[in-house]
């Protein structure tokens, strides 16, 4: 999808981080944005901020986990914006802690937003950029933790796995059929986001803190802190859109760490996390 200007882009998880930088970037590039979150007041933030340079932006209210909540987006964006050409999911939460201690909760919060609100994303907006027939390209934010799970953070670790896997068939199925949609598997390390503050957007209770819990937060709020910039990440993902690129790495020490877990698996081995800088 070469040809941005004039087009139109979706992007869930605006209200901040990596969201609200694919929303500045794609304005800055000349395409409608339709910016949807959870969070209201802070996504209205993002469309200020994009309309705030010139661009053209609304803002839905949306939970990614609610497919008909997903399905009423796409009806504004096709009312007022004439449907989507860029697919963002992007919105992504996290919780973590001993698998054993967690409860069920965890879980279906996590694989609720982070692999149902894709899910629910390529059901409500994919069929319509197919008829349509125009270039389009559908952007999934998995994570670094899609490549190399890590202990401590398991509901967060197989949403991402879930995500990557969900990714590629949807690549695998868009090729076979034909449409002229690319799909791009964004992968990022650590990016200065509020992922590490993610039950902000919890809407039942939250379950009781434990050591591992709160260990594994912690170290995930002082990785992001010192993360990348969203607005970096941002121009990385429509360098892939442009170019085709399916997967999207945000750091170049990745290559690497990914053949030596594949060398570390192939010899029967338990793979060693890589550096998460």
Same mark, same amino acid.
């Given at each position: 999808?070469?040809?941005?200007?004039?087009?139109?882009?979706?992007?869930?998880?605006?209200?901040?981080?990596?969201?609200?930088?694919?929303?500045?970037?794609?304005?800055?590039?000349?395409?409608?944005?339709?910016?949807?979150? @959870? #969070?209201? %007041?802070?996504l209205e933030e993002? $469309?200020?901020? &994009?309309?705030?340079? /010139?661009?053209?932006?609304? +803002?839905?209210?949306?939970?990614?986990?609610?497919?008909?909540?997903?399905?009423?987006?796409?009806?504004?964006?096709?009312?007022?914006?004439?449907?989507?050409?860029?697919?963002?999911?992007?919105?992504?939460?996290?919780?973590?802690?001993?698998?054993?201690?967690?409860?069920?909760?965890?879980?279906?919060?996590?694989?609720?937003?982070?692999?149902?609100?894709?899910?629910?994303?390529?059901?409500?907006?994919?069929?319509?950029? @197919? #008829?349509? %027939?125009?270039?389009?390209?559908? $952007?999934?934010? &998995?994570?670094?933790? /899609?490549?190399?799970?890590? +202990?401590?953070?398991?509901?967060?670790?197989?949403?991402?796995?879930?995500?990557?896997?969900?990714?590629?068939?949807?690549?695998?199925?868009?090729?076979?059929?034909?449409?002229?949609?690319?799909?791009?598997?964004?992968?990022?390390?650590?990016?200065?986001?509020?992922?590490?503050?993610?039950?902000?957007?919890?809407?039942?209770?939250?379950?009781?803190?434990?050591?591992?819990?709160?260990?594994?937060?912690?170290?995930?709020?002082?990785?992001?802190?010192?993360?990348?910039?969203?607005?970096?990440?941002?121009?990385?993902?429509?360098?892939?859109?442009? +170019?085709?690129?399916?997967?999207?790495?945000?750091?170049?020490?990745?290559?690497?760490?990914?053949?030596?877990?594949?060398?570390?698996?192939?010899?029967?081995?338990?793979?060693?996390l890589p550096y998460?800088?």
């Amino acid at each position: 999808m070469e040809q941005l200007e004039g087009r139109t882009a979706v992007i869930t998880g605006a209200a901040s981080g990596i969201g609200r930088g694919l929303a500045l970037a794609c304005a800055a590039a000349g395409m409608r944005v339709a910016a949807a979150d @959870i #969070e209201t %007041g802070p996504l209205e933030e993002t $469309v200020a901020l &994009v309309r705030g340079d /010139g661009g053209e932006a609304i +803002a839905v209210t949306v939970d990614v986990a609610d497919a008909a909540s997903v399905r009423a987006l796409a009806a504004v964006v096709d009312r007022e914006l004439g449907g989507a050409d860029l697919l963002c999911n992007n919105a992504g939460v996290f919780a973590g802690g001993l698998i054993w201690e967690r409860p069920d909760s965890d879980f279906e919060w996590v694989m609720g937003v982070n692999f149902y609100g894709i899910v629910n994303g390529i059901r409500a907006f994919v069929p319509g950029m @197919i #008829e349509r %027939g125009r270039p389009g390209h559908v $952007v999934n934010t &998995v994570s670094a933790a /899609g490549l190399f799970p890590s +202990a401590f953070s398991a509901p967060y670790t197989c949403s991402k796995f879930a995500a990557l896997a969900l990714t590629e068939s949807l690549a695998g199925e868009l090729a076979a059929s034909g449409a002229p949609i690319g799909v791009t598997a964004l992968c990022p390390g650590a990016v200065h986001t509020g992922i590490g503050h993610s039950e902000r957007n919890r809407s039942t209770e939250r379950p009781a803190v434990t050591e591992s819990s709160e260990f594994v937060e912690q170290a995930l709020r002082d990785l992001t802190e010192r993360g990348a910039a969203p607005a970096q990440v941002a121009a990385m993902v429509l360098d892939a859109v442009r +170019a085709g690129r399916y997967l999207q790495l945000t750091h170049d020490g990745y290559v690497g760490a990914l053949r030596t877990r594949t060398d570390e698996l192939l010899a029967g081995g338990l793979p060693q996390l890589p550096y998460f800088d």
